[in-house]
Every structure is written in C-alpha cells, then in structure tokens.
C-alpha cells in the first residue's frame, strides 16, 4: 500500500470530520510508539542491494519505531512485504503492532518517489504543530536516514533535513573524508546553528541503534521517557488544578 501523504495520514487517524495528528501523538507520548524514522534514498552498487535497508528497518520496527520511506528505500521494503497492515504482525514492537491494528496502517508508510521527501517533513511540522511534543520539529523524536545514499541529490536532501531540525545518517563513508575541519562541522559544530546534525555508519544494527539513541535524547528531553504511575484523582486534587 503506498501513497501515505500527509493528508492521506491524517485522515487515516481521524476521518473525513476528526481528522488530526492527535492520535499519533498521543501514542507517541505515551511510549506505543517510541519515535519516527524517515528512511529515504538510493541503492549504492557499494553493498548488497536493499540489504542495509531492510536490516535497519526490522530493527527499527522491532523496538515500536513508525518508520516512513520514499524512493528506493521504500521500493526495498515492499519487496520485503512490509508495506502492508499485515506486516505489524510479523515485524512491529507491540505498542505499534497496537496502533497499526487499530488505525489499520502498515508498519512502514510509503510516502512517494524519490522527490517526495519534503512530504515527510511536512507530517514532521503538524505533529509540532498538533501540541505535546515540542514547539519545533527539531524538537520531535525524530530521524532521518539515508541507508544506501549514492549521489548529490540525496546529499542535497539530507542537508535540507538537517536545516529543518533533524538528524541525518548517512550509510557510507564521509562527504569528505580528507576535510577534517570539515567533517568536524558537519558531525557536530552544525547543530550550533541549525539543532541538527550528519552522521555517517555503514553497519544497519548500529545505524539503528544511532536512532534508537538519538529518539531516546529527543524523549528524554521532553519528559516522556519514563512512563509515569496513573493517578487518580480525588475531588480535592480536582479542585486543585489550574485551567
């Protein structure tokens, strides 16, 4: 199943007369869903095709991540069924195996071709927008990754991600590897100035756990890392909350 735009997204949450990123939301702040991965980009002649994408995905399924794809990417999970509702059940963590079954969504959201990642950026900017998991997209719990990147256009694409607030790997060796200074900006100094940053890993498992731990940050800072106790509220608990 393909075509996830963000309104397609949000009128698989709410409908036609309550539609509204609220349920994703909520099933983000209350740990169903532990953060979102956007999985982009190219085969690479360099590795094995689409198997730094699958790998990473599963893994990022497996620990509750919703992961939303275009282009190759995308084209590499469907051949490895994953595009389908059914798939939760196979590869999905239980809280998203949860809201999947409930929405009736696939695992993974086919978001468009190649040139459609701005789309994905856009779902970023109505969850902010939505309230409860910051005032900003660099806020979010939120990834992007280019597994099997191999031109200038997804180098393009990956600096727009990073000036929009959100951290980039990269499947493969350095832009330029003989710049240090360079580098050096691009890893670290550049989150000074746009609250993002580039990474670069060739192993899937370990660019997975780079997102795990950078969705961690991202929830720990929000305050929805730990799950907190139900209270229950008496009357005089009530009376004391401020409207």
């Not at 999985?39 to 994408?53: A, E, F, I, L, T």
């Not at 990073?162 to 990269?170: H, K, Y």
Request: with cysteine.
């Amino acid at each position: 199943i393909a075509g996830f735009s963000h309104e397609t997204i949000e009128y698989m949450l709410g409908g036609s007369f309550r539609s509204s990123y609220r349920p994703l939301n909520d099933n983000i702040i209350n740990g169903r869903i532990y953060g979102i991965a956007g999985v982009v980009g190219c085969n690479n002649p360099r590795v094995d095709m689409d198997s730094v994408h699958t790998e990473l995905v599963k893994e990022l399924l497996a620990n509750n991540v919703l992961v939303v794809e275009t282009g190759c990417a995308a084209i590499a999970c469907g051949k490895a069924c994953m595009l389908t509702p059914e798939a939760a059940m196979e590869f999905a963590g239980p809280g998203l195996r949860e809201v999947c079954q409930t929405v009736g969504i696939p695992p993974v959201l086919h978001a468009g071709s190649c040139v459609d990642n701005s789309r994905i950026l856009v779902a970023a900017s109505e969850i902010a927008r939505e309230g409860g998991l910051g005032k900003d997209i660099c806020e979010g719990p939120a990834v992007g990754v280019a597994a099997e990147w191999m031109s200038e256009k997804a180098v393009a694409i990956g600096q727009y991600v990073v000036a929009s607030g959100i951290d980039v790997i990269f499947g493969g060796s350095p832009l330029m590897p003989g710049a240090e200074q360079f580098h050096e900006y691009l890893t670290k100094g550049i989150a000074e100035d746009l609250k993002a940053k580039w990474a670069f890993e060739t192993d899937a498992k370990k660019i997975a756990a780079m997102c795990l731990d950078r969705i961690k940050a991202k929830r720990e800072t929000l305050g929805i890392e730990k799950q907190r106790e139900r209270k229950l509220f008496d009357m005089e608990a009530r009376r004391a909350l401020e409207v």
